[in-house]
């Protein structure tokens, strides 16, 4: 199964709805560690963009995608929007006017997005951030591409879920966390969870 642009904008509309849903444990996340507004932010970019996809949606995946990363550039704010939006950007290059994503294209937009996190928020894997969760996510859909879109976006979303819980044990080396050294240690970095939220909202859509 490929993905059309409607079937990009369902996945985004889900993970809009996800954000909402988990919009104050998120925030919850946050608080101890951060500004305590990113659920609020999330939430904020994400109903955003369901409004900017209530009209015409964009003819191509990646015109989809490119209005997501322009919405949540906007709208989100805090390190998450131009996180976000370079990722969805990124994604949206990698694409290009493909009419369809096959999940070769599906995999080549998340790890397209994984390099524009990396070059965004100059984060590592083990710095206890969105990263440690994305990069698990991009190494299991390779090796599910044969699989299909589905299992791709399926494997991402678990890895995801994996790779946000390994944040606990770590010493933040990133972001506002940073500040509070080793007492960032036993607190799930809210960005690698939200990641792994909107994986597993993509994932469902797919299913």
């Known amino acids: ?84 939006g370079t990722a969805f950007l990124r994604a949206a290059t990698a694409v290009g006017q493909a009419g369809e994503l096959d999940a070769a294209a599906v995999v080549a937009a998340l790890r397209a997005g994984l390099a524009g996190v990396v070059a965004r928020g100059k984060a590592e894997v083990g710095d206890a951030t969105m990263v440690d969760a994305l990069k698990p996510a991009v190494d299991a859909a390779e090796r599910a591409e044969g699989d299909g879109v589905a299992a791709v976006l399926s494997a991402a979303a678990d890895a995801a879920e994996e790779g946000a819980n390994s944040t606990k044990p770590l010493v933040a080396r990133k972001g506002r966390a940073s500040y509070l050294g080793e007492r960032s240690i036993g607190h799930l970095d809210p960005g690698a969870w939200s990641t792994a939220l909107l994986l597993r909202a993509f994932a469902e859509v797919a299913r």
């Open 1 to 84: 199964m490929a993905c059309t642009a409607n079937d990009v904008a369902a996945a985004l509309r889900a993970a809009a709805e996800t954000v909402a849903e988990h919009r104050v444990e998120l925030t919850d996340l946050d608080r101890p560690i951060g500004d305590a507004d990113h659920g609020e932010n999330m939430h904020r970019g994400f109903t955003a963009l369901t409004a900017g996809l209530e009209g015409a949606v964009p003819e191509t995946p990646g015109a989809v995608l490119k209005l997501a990363a322009t919405t949540l550039i906007s709208k989100v704010g805090g390190a998450a929007g131009p996180l976000y």
